[in-house]
């Protein structure tokens, strides 16, 4: 009994209210961000918040990487004095479990949690936004990415994921002048990692092609958004988990070859687990955003001000090794 209540007070962090803020006996969510990624942990803190607007129920938040540099350190920092015991402890996956516990019960809240937005409150939403960006504001002044521009000058943020050697490699080819290819070597994106399962195991790009979108969406959404602007001057600033910013940079600059159109990166000391909180508030602060599929960018245009965002919708391989993105998803303001 004794470990038992040791691991209860282990495992569960202290919560800011008392049972008086509450009927008794309570239920409450529990954000389980622990040793999770910068961008999962955010997207655990926003689930679980969204959770507890829509229930009317209190939630605990843990530490992660980086959560002293965020609001949410206050909230972290003020649960250590007050302990809250459950007789239930439940790891939850969607909505539907949380009704079958009507009391005295704490709902684990982690990154496999899976919210159905056709469903989503839009009051819910709406007051989880707003404490989201509360929670997560930067405690310091924000960092600029690229030099002070010209206000007339449109700042794009690009998040190109390659991987930096946390991720496995991507299997897609260059394939920037591929302009026509033969539909009967064409597969969907999806299907490519179903029939092709071993791939999944070695090449991040089969596993997730919306997360790891090829040169091509960008460079062809950046062409997107230089035409719905009316060729207004554009200068592209890339943020990247590879090692090499610069070549990306080169790469990209060579392909579009138009002095309307500028870019920047950064130029040193550059991986996949460095300036994560820098460049996710910086990526905050542009006009538009051009994304992959992943919750670290997810969150970037959750908390930012953006004219338009641009990110995959669907995606095809041509010959089993060119992956394409044939469809995206734009929103404009």
């Not at 129920?57 to 920092?77: A, C, G, H, R, W």
């Not at 929670?135 to 991987?163: E, F, M, S, W, Y």
């Not at 064409?186 to 790891?212: G, T």
């Amino acid at each position: 009994m004794l470990k038992l209540i040791t691991a209860f007070i282990f495992f569960i962090l202290p919560l800011n209210f008392s049972y008086l803020d509450y009927a008794y006996p309570i239920r409450a969510f529990k954000a389980q961000t622990g040793r999770s990624r910068f961008g999962d942990c955010l997207s655990i803190i926003y689930t679980t918040k969204y959770l507890s607007c829509k229930y009317n129920l209190p939630v605990l938040f843990t530490k992660f990487n980086n959560y002293d540099e965020l609001e949410i350190q206050k909230s972290i920092d003020s649960q250590e004095n007050n302990f809250i015991y459950f007789n239930n402890i439940i790891k939850i996956n969607n909505e539907t479990e949380i009704r079958h516990y009507n009391e005295d019960t704490l709902f684990i809240v982690d990154v496999n949690f899976s919210l159905n937005k056709e469903e989503m409150s839009p009051q819910a939403v709406h007051d989880a936004d707003n404490d989201f960006k509360k929670l997560i504001k930067l405690t310091r002044p924000i960092q600029p990415a690229c030099p002070k521009l010209d206000k007339n000058i449109i700042k794009v943020a690009l998040h190109v994921r390659k991987g930096g050697g946390y991720d496995l490699p991507l299997l897609s080819k260059d394939a920037l002048d591929l302009e026509n290819y033969n539909p009967e070597n064409v597969i969907d994106a999806d299907e490519l990692a179903i029939e092709h399962q071993k791939k999944r195991f070695y090449f991040s790009d089969v596993r997730w092609p919306f997360k790891f979108p090829p040169d091509s969406f960008y460079l062809k959404q950046i062409l997107y958004i230089y035409k719905l602007l009316n060729n207004k001057p554009l200068h592209v600033h890339i943020f990247t988990d590879d090692p090499n910013p610069k070549c990306i940079m080169e790469k990209y600059k060579k392909f579009i070859n138009n002095p309307n159109i500028t870019f920047s990166c950064r130029q040193q000391d550059n991986a996949h687990d460095k300036n994560v909180v820098d460049d996710f508030f910086a990526m905050s602060t542009f006009d538009c955003l051009i994304r992959p599929v992943s919750f670290y960018s997810e969150n970037i245009q959750r908390i930012g001000n953006f004219k338009i965002v641009i990110f995959p919708a669907h995606g095809i391989w041509v010959k089993n090794d060119i992956l394409i993105i044939d469809e995206v998803k734009t929103i404009t303001k």
